[in-house]
T-cell receptor, first 112, second 111 residues
Framework: ELKVEQNPLFLSMQEGKNYTIYCNYS?????LYWYRQDPGKSLESLFV?????AVKQEGRLMASLDTKARLSTLHITAAVHDLSATYFC????????????FGTGTRLTIIP | DSGVTQTPKHLITATGQRVTLRCSPR?????VYWYQQSLDQGLQFLIQ???????AKGNILERFSAQQFPDLHSELNLSSLELGDSALYFC??????????FGPGTRLTVT
């Protein structure tokens, strides 16, 4: 059974600082996703990573994927308050199976 | 706005009752997915439909059922409701294996 672990669960950081959220998964995967969720809201797609070594960046967020280590990271650069949210990684096991298994989420709070 | 719509936004009902949640996918998307988000279980995949046919099943209780209609909208039926069924229920749709677009969710409260 595919398991997805995220850490940390909670992260409180000051504006302007850098930090990384880690996502480990237990079996071979074709696709890894990062989503953002604001309180009481839906999930907003941030990145889809499809291959080993894939790196994608959008603004202050950068995601990378190492399929050999079964690890993805979401790096936050020079955090700003607007990035406060819960971030989820999710894994789809293989093409033809689009069922997403989600991590526990990382609640990120950016302190001014 | 993802283009996926869900109704109702909120639903409050009593234990033992039955409810139906509705989802309209993005225009042209053939796949619909249902997920449950609760404090103790996190985000869990329930079921997927593709062009009217069940494609994949996750941790969906026997009391729950779903279907996708010819116009591609989907309904999730929850029966014999228990307190533990209180959760946010999300529908997602996709037109390719690479993306899933989530709707705004239905918050179900069972009292």
């Amino acid at each position: 059974e595919l398991k997805v672990e995220q850490n940390p669960l909670f992260l409180s950081m000051q504006e302007g600082k850098n930090y990384t959220i880690y996502c480990n998964y237990s079996t071979t995967s074709d696709r890894l996703y990062w989503y953002r969720q604001d309180p009481g809201k839906s999930l907003e797609s941030l990145f889809v990573l499809l291959s080993n070594g894939a790196v994608k960046q959008e603004g202050r967020l950068m995601a990378s994927l190492d399929t050999k280590a079964r690890l993805s990271t979401l790096h936050i650069t020079a955090a700003v308050h607007d990035l406060s949210a819960t971030y989820f990684c999710a894994v789809a096991p293989r093409f033809g199976n689009e069922k997403l298994t989600f991590g526990t989420g990382t609640r990120l709070t950016i302190i001014p | 706005d993802s283009g996926v719509t869900q109704t109702p936004k909120h639903l409050i009902t009593a234990t033992g009752q039955r409810v139906t949640l509705r989802c309209s996918p993005r225009s042209g998307d053939l796949s619909v997915y249902w997920y449950q988000q609760s404090l103790d279980q996190g985000l869990q995949f329930l079921i997927q439909y593709y062009n009217g046919e069940e494609r994949a099943k996750g941790n969906i209780l026997e009391r729950f059922s779903a279907q996708q209609f010819p116009d591609l909208h989907s309904e999730l039926n929850l029966s014999s409701l228990e307190l533990g069924d209180s959760a946010l229920y999300f529908c997602a749709s996709s037109g390719s294996p690479y993306e899933q677009y989530f709707g705004p969710g239905t918050r179900l409260t069972v009292t």
